[in-house]
């Protein structure tokens, strides 16, 4: 069964850092493309972040550049987003997503994990 | 940048109603749309990629259609289980900026 696990959501003062994981299994990973999205309490779902499946290529919302990173480590079955200079609303549920090999819809996705940014 | 807009927000039937959703892009973006069901607590949920295809597992009562700017995900027959958010998202561009609509809440009249 594909399953996808986040990790490391917490309470984290605003411009501090954190690194969320999402482990991944049942699936190839290694030939997946990887997706970061995140839910602000009560609200829609925003896209932040995007990996190729050899982890060479990443692409960021505007909202994040500059702060996040994302990285994957395929020998593990483990995706990673650094997140650096936190604010306020960065405050979500962080969810890792599998992006379909034949186009750009995110199926399956991990259970979120919360982040919550707040001195 | 890609704005999709859903209507209405909150749509109240009740089950055994039919039900439809409605989402538009800010420009063409052929198929490149999916659905996905949220319930609270939950992740999103996949219901529907490439404009009109059900994923695996969804129930056929759950139909999608439209291209270009114009989409709809029709339930038919609500049941219990149905009444959800229910978010279209769009993958038209690359490099990615994907895109989601706000959602429309399916509550219980």
């Known amino acids: 069964e594909v399953h996808l696990v986040e990790s490391g959501g917490t309470l984290v003062q605003p411009g501090g850092s954190l690194r969320l994981s999402c482990a991944a299994s049942?699936?190839?990973?290694?030939?997946?493309?990887m997706n970061w999205v995140r839910q602000a309490p009560g609200k829609g779902l925003e896209w932040i972040s995007y990996i190729s499946d050899s982890g060479t290529t990443m692409y960021y919302a505007d909202s994040v550049k500059g702060r996040f990173t994302i990285s994957r480590d395929n020998a593990k079955n483990s995706l990673y987003l650094q997140m650096n200079s936190l604010r306020a609303e960065d405050t979500a549920v962080y969810y890792c997503a599998t992006e379909a090999v034949i186009g750009g819809w995110f199926d399956p996705w991990g259970q979120g994990t919360l982040v919550t940014v707040s001195s | 940048e890609i704005v999709l807009t859903q209507s209405p927000a909150t749509l109240s039937l009740s089950p055994g109603e039919r039900a439809t959703l409605s989402c538009r892009a800010s420009q063409s973006i052929s198929t490149t749309l999916a659905w996905y069901q949220q319930k609270p607590g939950q992740a999103p949920r996949l219901l529907i990629y490439d404009a009109s295809t059900r994923a695996t597992g969804v129930p056929a009562r759950f139909s999608g259609s439209g291209s270009g700017t114009e989409f709809t995900l029709t339930i038919t027959s609500l049941q219990s289980e149905d009444f959800a958010v229910y978010f279209c998202q769009q993958w038209h561009n690359w490099p990615p900026m994907y895109t989601f609509g706000q959602g429309t809440k399916l509550e219980i009249k």
């Open positions: 049942g699936f190839s990973f290694s030939t997946y493309e």
